[in-house]
Structure formats: structure tokens, C-alpha cells
């Protein structure tokens, strides 16, 4: 039986403030790849950025931490909303994309 922080989750992230043209994309891939999640970060047309977390609990919620109070060094966020979040047996992703 795993631990319960070794569950899997899946969770979709929308992200508003100033999170275009500021790095926000290749940081959140980076700091997902150093937690060892999986997923992918994505511009929207509506000038927020968008995406999907997969890993470990333990892993996810200080990513969900990251993405709400962190981000890259000149955004500014204004809100991070979570949602969808589901147990999940498998990744399905291989690695963290960024998504033109």
C-alpha cells in the first residue's frame, strides 16, 4: 500500500495577473521538472497562463503553492485557480512541455 503523499493526482491550473511575457511558462517547467511532476504550461488568448500538474501529492500541492505565490521573477499573480483534481493510477505524461 503507498503512502498517501505517493498518491497520483491530477489537477488543472489557470493562472491570471502578469504572466505573459515574463517567463512564467519556462519557470513553472522548470520548477515541475525539479519536483518531478509532469504536465504541460500553456499561453491563453486571454492573457493568462494555463496547464495541468501530474505526480505525487507530496510533489503537486507545493507546485499548486509555487504557481499561486511564486511564479517567475517579474510576474505578478493576481489568482491561481485549481480545479478537476482526480486520483489518477498513471501519468500520462512522459515529461513537462511547454505548449506553443
Known amino acids: 500500500m503507498a503512502a498517501e503523499g505517493d498518491t497520483l493526482v491530477s489537477v488543472d491550473y489557470e493562472i491570471f495577473g502578469k504572466v505573459q511575457g515574463v517567463f512564467f511558462r519556462k519557470y513553472t517547467q522548470a520548477e515541475g521538472k525539479k519536483l518531478g511532476l509532469v504536465g504541460w504550461v500553456q499561453n491563453t488568448d486571454r492573457g493568462t497562463v494555463k ?15 509555487w504557481l499561486q505565490r511564486r511564479g517567475s521573477p517579474k510576474s505578478h499573480i493576481d489568482r491561481a485557480n485549481f480545479n478537476n483534481e482526480k486520483v489518477i493510477s498513471k501519468l500520462d505524461y512522459a515529461d513537462f512541455q511547454i505548449v506553443k
Not at 496547464?51 to 503553492?65: A, D, W
Request: no cysteine; charged share 20%; aromatic share 0%.
Open 51 to 65: 496547464g495541468q500538474l501530474q505526480g505525487p501529492i507530496s510533489k503537486v500541492r507545493p507546485m499548486q503553492e
